[in-house]
């Protein structure tokens, strides 16, 4: 007969080897994650973003795109929810239009319904915009020609102040 520390022995031994198989065996489980492609992958702030999503492991039955626009480090406005459509077999797509234009950033959480529940992906992933601007000739600072009006009225009231000076 067995002692009790000869039995607990092969208890706390065989209970480490469960522990490690189910370490083990979880980590051969993990499902893989969606493919998100945003399109273009660096966009301009207002411009219109192309978003598809290839799902390989699960069967949504709804598939949601959060996205938020944040300025800077310290403002980020309110998230908005793109619901993808299914255009493929497990391929999602959607567009969204950028509204912010002082935004720098924006951030984003893929959602997937499936007969299990909610699951997120990519929770929060940051994408910086491009925030260079082409150059148009009229400067970066959307009043086109009104500088004009303002300089031809000054050097009308200068000639103006000038011709009664010589008078």
């Given at each position: ?11 706390k ?11 083990l ?17 660096k ?24 996205i ?15 619901t ?37 992906y ?9 925030l ?8 970066s ?7 004009f009006i ?16 010589s008078?």
């Amino acid at each position: 007969m067995k002692s009790a520390i000869q039995k607990s022995k092969t208890f706390k031994e065989l209970l480490i080897f469960l522990i490690f198989l189910s370490i083990l065996t979880s980590a051969l489980i993990v499902s893989a994650a969606p493919t998100i492609n945003i399109d273009p992958a660096k966009p301009k702030p207002k411009e219109t973003i192309d978003i598809t999503v290839a799902i390989t492991d699960v069967t949504p039955t709804s598939v949601h795109f959060l996205i938020q626009e944040c300025e800077g480090t310290s403002l980020c406005h309110q998230i908005e929810n793109i619901t993808l459509t299914e255009t493929s077999s497990n391929v999602y797509t959607g567009s969204f239009s950028l509204q912010y234009a002082k935004a720098t950033y924006m951030q984003y959480t893929l959602n997937v319904q499936t007969a299990s529940g909610w699951t997120q992906y990519d929770e929060n992933t940051k994408v910086n915009l491009d925030l260079s601007t082409t150059s148009d000739g009229n400067g970066s600072n959307d009043s086109p020609g009104f500088e004009f009006i303002i300089m031809a009225l000054s050097i009308i009231f200068i000639s103006f102040i000038l011709y009664r000076r010589s008078r």
